[in-house]
């Protein structure tokens, strides 16, 4: 029943919150557009030129890829992770809390079901913008073919949508910004760290590399990664639904999970 009340409280008016956020988005493009332009430069100077120094190739599939091409489309995969999550995690609840501009949307025709669905959509976007600023560098510096670059941009906003939703799900239960530092700390970051964004999850002990295939991040960077080296196959397309899976999930509990917060 109570998914049955959130589906038909959504409509095309969450076109209007996600246009809402692109046009403050353009008016502030240039402090939006930088840092994810420097962010896969520092990443593939620090880890790609300065570690890859150090650790020549990587075996991946059977073959010896260099570590600055292996490290790339994890890279790129972290990204869209970022993006999406704190899109909807620290600046929704901004304004929400602090800006006011839900409580100012829904003073119009939209519900609140639209507002949130328009808000994990835009985050969804943000990771796309993202990947595809990272994935022109990383087609540039000739690491990630074009063709494998155009065909992961769907799978961008994909994934977006998951950890868009997946934002959502923590803004709705968090007392204030601050708290946001758990999820950060205590899911984020080890994501980053242990999703096979810089060695291969073969390395890791067995019980580790269970866990780490549970990660949604790690089905992300497989899925990218196998795109990216050609090497793509049955298991990144399971790992693929997963993360449609993940994203379906995540947007229905953000919603209901919103809707009970700010009915409060």
């Given at each position: 029943m109570?998914?049955?009340a959130i589906?038909?409280n959504?409509s095309w008016?969450a076109?209007?919150?996600w246009?809402r956020?692109?046009?403050?988005?353009r008016?502030?493009?240039k402090?939006?557009?930088?840092?994810p332009l420097?962010e896969?430069?520092?990443y593939?100077l620090?880890?790609?030129?300065?570690?890859?120094?150090?650790?020549?190739d990587v075996?991946?599939?059977g073959?010896?890829?260099?570590?600055?091409?292996?490290i790339a489309p994890?890279?790129?995969?972290?990204?869209?992770?970022?993006?999406?999550f704190f899109?909807?995690?620290y600046?929704?609840?901004v304004?929400?809390?602090y800006?006011?501009?839900?409580a100012a949307?829904?003073?119009t025709?939209?519900?609140l079901?639209?507002?949130?669905?328009?808000?994990i959509?835009?985050?969804?976007?943000?990771s796309?913008?993202?990947?595809?600023?990272?994935?022109?560098?990383?087609?540039?510096w000739?690491?990630?073919p074009?063709?494998?670059?155009?065909?992961?941009?769907?799978?961008?906003?994909?994934?977006?949508?998951?950890?868009?939703?997946?934002?959502?799900c923590?803004?709705a239960v968090?007392?204030?910004?601050?708290?946001?530092?758990?999820?950060?700390?205590?899911?984020?970051?080890p994501?980053?760290?242990?999703?096979?964004?810089f060695?291969?999850l073969?390395?890791?002990?067995?019980?580790?590399?269970?866990l780490a295939?549970?990660?949604?991040?790690?089905?992300?960077?497989?899925?990218?990664?196998g795109?990216?080296?050609?090497?793509?196959?049955?298991?990144?397309?399971?790992?693929?639904?997963?993360l449609l899976?993940?994203?379906?999930?995540c947007?229905?509990?953000?919603?209901a999970?919103m809707?009970?917060?700010?009915l409060?």
């Open positions: 109570i998914m049955k589906l038909k959504c008016r076109w209007r919150v246009q956020n692109f046009d403050v988005y008016q502030t493009w402090i939006n557009f930088i840092p420097l896969p430069l520092l593939l620090a880890f790609g030129v300065g570690l890859g120094s150090l650790v020549k075996q991946f599939e073959a010896a890829v260099p570590y600055l091409t292996f994890g890279l790129v995969a972290t990204a869209i992770m970022n993006h999406g899109e909807t995690t600046a929704s609840f304004r929400m809390y800006q006011k501009t839900f949307i829904l003073s025709p939209l519900s079901e639209d507002v949130i669905l328009g808000e959509a835009w985050g969804a976007t943000k796309l913008f993202a990947g595809a600023i990272m994935l022109a560098i990383a087609v540039a000739g690491l990630i074009l063709a494998a670059a155009l065909a992961i941009l769907p799978v961008a906003f994909l994934a977006g949508l998951a950890f868009s939703g997946l934002g959502m923590f803004t968090v007392k204030n910004i601050e708290m946001f530092n758990f999820p950060v700390f205590l899911f984020i970051t994501m980053f760290l242990f999703s096979g964004v060695f291969p073969t390395s890791l002990p067995g019980w580790a590399q269970h295939n549970a990660l949604p991040l790690t089905f992300l960077v497989s899925a990218v990664r795109l990216a080296l050609g090497k793509f196959h049955s298991l990144q397309a399971f790992q693929l639904i997963g899976a993940i994203a379906v999930v947007t229905y509990l953000g919603i999970g809707k009970k917060r700010m409060r």
